[in-house]
């Protein structure tokens, strides 16, 4: 395999990656986590139950769950992507191995990447036996998004033309870091307040519930263990916790937003970023507005969608630019002096 072909199977795994994280949050939103009580399989079957017969049998055996198509279908389309996905990574590592002793070839990371969607795999399973459980779906988001980054750090790290970096560039690895420390929190708390169905908490915004400071539980809110064996679809948290989990979103979103101002200053004053300024400042201004839709227009399935796609885009954006600003300046060489001559 070269590496031309071996960049390009990077690629591809990185859109893939992408349209996985784009169904999770359509299946999840459309309340169709569950629309296969089993797994792999869905009520038994490798695609799920079609005909008559079929759907009587699967009702029979699951009657607390009867057959839902439209749900079956996207969970299952879901299932088949990641699948795909995981057989991708499985030849990236392959891919790594057999190239192990090219230059600048990475054996570590796709093993690293294998590992990780491996353990997607099993959290998936969980998502399902355990009943939509807050804990783990939100383990299922962030594995989706810890793939997306380690693909896009590979990618990086394939390719073939060289980063050329300037010292300027190279101050703004820590506030970068420091931007995407925050970002990361702020993408945990947006996938707790997707698993609990806090989205819609706060119907109005400034303000929640035509208050400031409502009442809130943050210790309910928070808790990330619960018991199991109950079913968690739709939520089971009061009004309270929900407002809490809702409401630390948006305060933490407003640190984001400060955190970002501030890269952002720096990212403009430093020669060669202009693009990534651009990049990053444009996300981030569609992913506020997309925040917003969602409380004022009572999250519609595009837009909370879309919302999920933008912040894995955000995260990835910035990955890169910490990846660029970790990179050494190239060496260069001081002009040759000529001797001087004798008078």
Known sequence: MSAVTYHRLVKAAIILTLAVIILGAWVRLTGAGLGCPDWPGCYGELTWPT???SVAAANARWAERPVETGKAVREMVHRYFAGALGLLILALAVGAWLRRKQPGQPVILPFVLLAVVTFQALLGAFTVT???????VSSHLIGGFTTFSLLVWLYWRTRPDPVEVNLPQRKLKIPVMIAMGFLIGQIILGGWVSTNYAALACPDFPTC???????QNY??????WREIGVDYQGGLLD??????IHIAHRIGAIFVI????????KMFKTPGMG??????????TIQVALGLSNVLAGLPLYVAVAHNAVAALLLVTL??????????????QPPISKPLRAV
Do not use: D
């Open 51 to 53: 005909g008559e017969e």
């Open 130 to 136: 355990l009943l939509l459980k807050p804990a783990i």
């Open 209 to 215: 519930m035509g208050q400031w400071w409502p009442e």
């Open 219 to 224: 210790s309910e809110g928070f808790e990330v």
């Open 239 to 244: 009004q309270p916790s929900r407002m809490a």
């Open 258 to 265: 400060g955190v970002f101002a501030w890269l952002l200053w």
């Open 275 to 284: 693009r990534w300024t651009a990049a990053v400042g444009g996300l981030l």
């Open 319 to 332: 990955l890169s630019v910490l990846f660029i600003t970790s990179r050494r300046p190239k060496a260069t």
